[in-house]
């Protein structure tokens, strides 16, 4: 199984900010996560008005369950120079709810710091 530095890396060089409209980003943040199953999915945000942009992760898992997939074993965010992002509340959520087993997936939230998802999402709303 691809170790998170690797997955760092993978992300790293997915990162591509780009201005697509007079209000639209995207790329200044990627994703990569990887599954039960050890496929691995990418995602960039989009950044735009009116919150209907959405988060690395999201584009990520949204890939994975294109593919029939549901359990996340590793994922890690980064911007710019590898800068690395631990997922937001509502990607928390969102992992979570994709599938509970995500609970244990494993994040890498600093530099040399991994947690599992239940560290960091302690209580859940359902």
């Known amino acids: 199984m691809m170790e998170m530095d ?24 990627a994703c990569v996560l990887m599954t039960d ?28 369950v294109n593919n029939d997939e549901t359990r996340i074993v590793k994922i890690v965010a980064v911007g710019k120079n590898g800068k690395i992002y631990p997922p937001c509340g509502r990607c928390r959520e969102f992992i979570y709810q994709i599938n509970a087993k995500n609970i244990d997936a494993e994040i890498l939230v600093e530099e040399n710091k991994i947690v599992k998802l239940a560290e960091i999402l302690p209580s859940r709303w359902n």
């Not at 960039?44 to 999201?58: L, W």
């Open 6 to 29: 690797q997955l760092r890396e993978i992300a790293t060089k997915k990162v591509n900010p780009q201005k697509l409209s007079k209000d639209c980003y995207i790329g200044s943040v």
């Open 37 to 64: 199953k050890g496929n691995m999915y990418t995602g960039v945000c989009i950044d735009a008005p009116s919150g209907i942009g959405f988060c690395a992760e999201h584009a990520a898992i949204a890939s994975m």
